[in-house]
């Protein structure tokens, strides 16, 4: 079963550098059509004005099907111990980073010791979506909503645009028109649009921090965040997806977490499954374990 161990182990595999999607430049036979990485530059020649208000289109990295991997932990501040890329914890978020095993980042452990929710399947959540293998992400929209459908793990999200307000958060969940909701793993998003070319979404009410992290270098977050996300329409193939959080229960202070121009691609590009499988995981992690062992043996 080569696909899904090839689709289980992307995000791990990612962390070497590999682009391990597999491409091409042309449709398929039969009219099945892959993902074109090999885009011309946008000039002032071919570029073409954005559509007023809509964020709809098949949208991926623009520079490209790595430039959303995310191994080294979020595109802002990546994890690789240099000062400018250190974050401002609080005392509780600095236990909390400690105490995550990750496979990536500057204080990565060998696979089979990481504590990662990601590597028993647990859903990823909002914001780590966002920062996970993102490729070709669908946009949808009515007056009501805004629908993201990210490739990983077939998840897809609602970002409400009817003007309800934004639940407030308290322990444990969140209170809507003063009744209590459950916390999930996307939380509760509600967005409006400020200008004709820039939508601006805010998520509460997030699953704790026992059961998500912010990235795959172990950075953590709390059921206290506020994510809010930007995502400005440049011109009709260029949208810039960026995204902040609040999280006083973990950072002293907001952050930008990532600012990731996106291109427009083929509305009809199919897509490979991308998959967690927890039987594949079991299969990778018995691979790299006993790889690691052979090493430490030598």
Not at 130 to 159: A, C, G, P, S
Request: some cysteine; proline content about 8%; hydrophobic content about 35%.
């Amino acid at each position: 079963m080569l696909r899904p161990l090839l689709a289980s182990m992307v995000g791990l595999v990612a962390a070497s550098g590999l682009a391990v999607e597999i491409v091409a430049q042309s449709p398929a036979p039969g009219g099945w059509l892959v993902p074109d990485w090999n885009k011309p530059p946008i000039t002032d020649a071919t570029r073409k004005p954005a559509p007023r208000r809509s964020l709809v289109g098949m949208w991926a990295p623009a520079g490209g099907p790595g430039a959303g991997t995310q191994a080294s932990g979020v595109l802002a501040k990546p994890n690789n111990g240099r000062p400018e890329n250190a974050l401002p914890y609080t005392p509780y978020g600095q236990e909390l980073y400690k105490s995550h095993r990750a496979l990536e980042g500057a204080d990565a452990v060998v696979a089979g010791q990481d504590n990662d929710p990601r590597n028993t399947c647990e859903p990823l959540g909002v914001p780590r979506y966002n920062h996970y293998n993102v490729r070709l992400t669908q946009f949808f929209q009515d007056e009501h909503k805004i629908v993201l459908l990210y490739h990983y793990d077939n998840r897809w999200r609602v970002i409400w645009t009817d003007g309800r307000e934004l639940p407030t958060v308290v322990d444990g969940g969140v209170l809507i028109g003063g009744e209590f909701r459950e916390q999930r793993f996307f939380g509760y998003s509600v967005g409006r649009w400020v200008d004709d070319y820039t939508f601006v979404a805010q998520t509460v009410g997030t699953m704790p921090e026992d059961r998500v992290w912010l990235d795959s270098t172990g950075r953590p977050i709390s059921d206290k965040v506020r994510v809010t996300e930007t995502f400005r329409r440049v011109d009709s193939d260029t949208l810039v997806w960026s995204e902040t959080i609040d999280d006083p229960k973990v950072y002293s202070q907001p952050w930008e977490t990532m600012r990731l121009p996106m291109r427009l691609h083929d509305p009809r590009t199919d897509l490979m499954e991308y998959y967690c499988s927890p039987s594949e995981q079991e299969n990778y992690n018995r691979i790299f374990e006993g790889t690691a062992k052979g090493k430490g043996a030598q």
